[in-house]
């Protein structure tokens, strides 16, 4: 069955400092991944996808996201956090049918100053 | 370009009552996916629309759940009556294409509360 794991459910980084956020899926297939960030009051904004070709997918606000086929794994980075970056983060598998995404439980980010 | 609306943003009713959520998704869109956020639990598929047919209703609970999309426009889903379990927050969600690969253009979401 497809699933979708995120570890962490909240992380603290201070602004400046490096940041990774965990995914791990479970799919049959070649699956299509996407990482989604939602911010207070906001709907849930598409950060980055990855679907084939090269593993390392650049996004926008800085993020990127690495997929690891031998590990079931598709991690997202960004070098240098900004206070903006506090929001919750989701991990998502899209089905090949076009019918559902599967979603991680998310990972809540506080940034410190 | 609007994105995907949905309302109202939060609702609260008694156990027994009904509600209905609106999600209007972007022009154009012949997909349209809802949602529901369990607090602290992840986003779960509900049921996904093509136009105006129901492609998969795979994730819908049970029968006090039904939603619509008359025209092939907006959607509404009406939870009737509605249970302690209901609450939550129900995401809609729309794309142009309906593959796996198409991206997902979520709305804010409707938080509801059952009391």
């Known amino acids: 069955a497809q699933s979708v794991t995120q570890p962490d459910i909240h992380i603290t980084v201070s602004e400046g400092a490096s940041l990774e956020l965990r995914c791990n899926y479970s799919y049959g297939a070649t699956p299509y991944l996407f990482w989604y960030v939602q911010s207070p009051g906001q709907g849930l904004q598409l950060l980055l996808k990855?679907?084939?070709?090269?593993?390392l997918v650049q996004g926008i606000k800085g993020f990127e996201a690495e997929f690891k086929r031998s590990q079931s794994s598709f991690n997202l980075r960004k070098p240098s956090v900004h206070w903006s970056d506090a929001a919750e983060y989701f991990c998502a598998v899209g089905d090949h049918l076009g019918n559902q995404f599967y979603f991680g439980t998310g990972t809540s980010l506080t940034v410190i100053p | 370009e609007a994105g995907v609306t949905q309302f109202p943003s939060h609702s609260v009713i008694e156990k027994g009552q009904t509600v209905t959520l609106r999600c209007d998704p972007i022009?154009?869109?012949?997909?349209l996916y809802w949602y529901r956020r369990v607090m602290g639990k992840e986003i779960k598929f509900l049921l996904h629309?093509?136009?105006?047919?129901?492609?998969?209703e795979s994730g819908m609970p049970n029968n006090r759940f039904l939603a619509e999309r008359t025209g092939g426009t907006y959607s509404t889903l009406k939870v009737q009556p509605a249970e302690l379990e209901d609450s939550g927050v129900y995401f809609c969600a729309s794309s142009q294409g309906g593959l796996g690969q198409d991206t997902q253009y979520f709305g804010p979401g409707t938080r509801l509360t059952v009391l």
């Open positions: 990855y679907f084939s070709g090269d593993t």
């Open positions: 022009s154009g869109h012949d997909n």
């Open positions: 629309f093509v136009k105006e047919s129901k492609q998969d």
